[in-house]
């Protein structure tokens, strides 16, 4: 499948399917991440975490692959930015992304990989979840692209996905092991458990990298990202170190879990750098101290 095409289908997706409103003011794309109250607090402090690091105040802050902008804590990260650009390939999210912020916000229909903006034109960038639907070359172009556009002394905030986590391949026994128990739970009360097998199946497609047939595949990695940003002022912490999937195998509020949670993301704060490059979710952080 070649890069155009790749791209087609991710926008004929997010345009007909997970952009669609489904209830309760939630998108069709919300089954892929864990809503349940058990974890909502947690979700919620990794979503803080994108503004430690944003320089404000300033003037445009560029969304990258904005989408509807569909969690309430998105909002705040435009908080000391006159506007914020919407850049997505999907016209469905970005008729969605207006409702939430009218005027303060500007909309571009735009391939990441090819902004069509000029250099050091913002003051800030976050991408979330956004540079893994890319092809690896792709993501190579996204990122210096987002390095380019980024204004001298501000800096850039990404959310992606490692091609493996080390600390989920260490854990999956147990990630195995709880949803065995919650498949024999489930059947006990008549249910089907068919909703670990839909987040299985999003997350190996998100944290694998499309390629042609008998090409080899890169790593998508802290050494890579490393490689790739030489010279640029970077940081790889945590956003997060597990998965929907391990978090809706694992942490249940009988067995604990928002205590769990709380151990959880006090580790991931004690040492942001082992978590960020080990775990699932990196944030990535770099910054423009010069016009190079």
């Known amino acids: 499948m070649s890069d155009v095409e790749v791209k087609q289908q991710v926008r004929k997706f997010y345009d007909q399917v997970g952009w669609q409103v489904v209830s309760d003011g939630f998108y069709q794309n919300a089954r892929y991440e864990d809503l349940r109250p058990v974890s909502r607090e947690y979700i919620e402090r990794c979503h803080q ?39 997505d390939i999907s016209i469905v999210a970005l008729q969605e992304a207006r409702k939430r912020i009218g005027d303060r916000g500007l909309f571009v229909v735009a391939d990441v990989a090819n902004l069509p903006f000029k250099a050091d034109a913002f003051q800030g960038v976050v991408s979330l979840h956004t540079l893994h639907h890319l092809p690896i070359a792709e993501q190579k172009k996204a990122y210096q692209d987002l390095y380019r556009v980024l204004d001298v002394g501000s800096a850039a905030v990404l959310v992606n996905g490692w091609t493996e986590s080390k600390l989920m391949k260490r854990w999956h026994w147990l990630e195995r092991l709880m949803e065995g128990v919650g ?33 080899f595949v890169e790593k998508l990695d802290a050494n890579w990202l490393r490689r790739e940003l030489a010279g640029k002022d970077l940081q790889i912490l945590v956003w997060r170190s597990v998965s929907v999937r391990f978090l809706r195998a694992v942490i249940h509020t009988p067995l604990a879990g928002k205590l769990w949670l709380k151990l959880l993301f006090a580790l991931e704060e004690s040492n942001p750098t082992y978590y960020g490059e080990l775990g699932q979710y990196p944030l990535i952080v770099f910054r423009k101290k010069n016009g190079i």
């Not at 990260?77 to 506007?83: F, I, K, L």
């Not at 739970?185 to 909703?195: D, F």
């Not at 997350?203 to 047939?213: A, C, F, I, L, R």
Request: overall charge positive; proline content about 7%; some cysteine.
């Open 49 to 87: 975490r994108v503004n430690r690091h944003l320089v404000k105040p300033g003037k445009y802050l560029l969304d990258a692959g904005s989408g509807p902008i569909q969690y309430p804590v998105y909002l705040t990260y435009m908080d000391g930015y006159q506007y914020r650009l919407c850049a």
């Open 183 to 215: 498949g024999w739970v489930a059947r006990l009360r008549g249910k089907k458990p068919a909703e670990v097998t839909l987040v299985e199946k999003k997350e190996k497609g998100q944290n694998s990298v499309t390629k042609p047939t008998g090409t």
